[in-house]
């Protein structure tokens, strides 16, 4: 593929957050109530990215009522990272084939820089496969958030709101900056979590467990864990291992908002580490492109929501 296959919307508008961001800053100046602001907004959409997009869309980890589903994705897509059901849809298959030569982003098989932003702006992944999320695709009001016309509705949307609340202040901090940081902190888990960090289970690929990541990101960089056991709610498997996403969850749990929050049974949890603690990158035990066994063996029951 060249360059010039990369030369579109998505593309121009990606870079644009990145040069409003850096624009608005040196515009308006330094300060820490702007960083606040930015923070605030960070972790909150990164909650329904971790939330939302991975745990209860991609995973259905837990259950819900059909109002809170439909809130869960409007908070997802003010994270401009298109539809529930295109983001689903593509987790579903890296999970399927993740580091083989048919994952959408491996950093073991395309290198970093496409694990982490290429893919994103590539054309090849425009298009869900409605096949691999028909548990999604059945609900209208879904269908019609995922519509190329409306995906970006409730991140524009926010942004709005901000800047008729704060003003351009407000926009550049809250919208532009954060939303950089979002891009980059949840993309560091298709990339990072695949090259950096412990492997405390065998999974037939290179994801790794991250301590770092894992307070930047609500908990998401305990990656090995979590294709040890992709259906799990709590991907901190340990006391020690932070998961601020699953702290929420619980507390919605309290709440009666969401419900069946699904556990790794203890065997998973005490289940025998690979033979090699950090196997060399790139190794081919799965490079065919087949499904992993675990992907079989686990496969997400997609009957969640009542």
Request: net charge positive.
């Amino acid at each position: 593929m060249t360059w010039r296959a990369y030369v579109r919307p998505t593309t121009v508008a990606f870079w644009g957050v990145h040069l409003a961001a850096v624009a608005g800053v040196i515009h308006y100046g330094f300060s820490w109530s702007g960083v606040a602001l930015a923070l605030g907004s960070y972790f909150i959409r990164m909650f329904f990215v971790t939330g939302a997009h991975h745990r209860y869309f991609s995973h259905r980890s837990f259950k819900t009522s059909r109002w809170f589903q439909f809130v869960l994705a409007v908070g997802a897509q003010t994270a401009a990272q298109k539809g529930v059901i295109w983001w689903a849809s593509h987790h579903r298959r890296h999970h399927k084939y993740s580091d083989t030569d048919r994952d959408v982003h491996s950093p073991v098989r395309r290198g970093f820089w496409y694990a982490h932003v290429g893919w994103v702006l590539s054309p090849d992944w425009i298009d869900a496969d409605d096949g691999s999320v028909a548990d999604l695709v059945r609900y209208p009001e879904l269908r019609v958030l995922n519509h190329p016309a409306m995906e970006m509705v409730p991140t524009i949307a926010l942004a709005f709101v901000l800047l008729l609340v704060g003003g351009g202040h407000a926009l550049v901090w809250g919208y532009f900056v954060a939303t950089a940081l979002l891009w980059h902190g949840t993309f560091s888990i298709n990339s990072l979590s695949h090259l950096i960090g412990r492997r405390r289970y065998e999974t037939g690929d290179d994801s790794r467990n991250n301590w770092a990541l894992a307070l930047l990101t609500g908990g998401e960089s305990w990656h090995n864990n979590h294709h040890h056991y992709q259906s799990s709610v709590r991907q901190g498997f340990r006391w020690w291992q932070i998961d601020l996403t699953y702290y929420l969850l619980r507390m919605l749990a309290l709440a009666g908002i969401v419900w069946d929050l699904r556990e790794p049974p203890r065997h998973v949890i005490d289940a025998p580490g690979p033979v090699l603690a950090t196997p060399a990158l790139g190794h081919d035990s799965s490079a065919s492109g087949v499904p992993h066994p675990s992907y079989r063996a686990r496969r997400t029951d997609l009957t969640a929501t009542r």
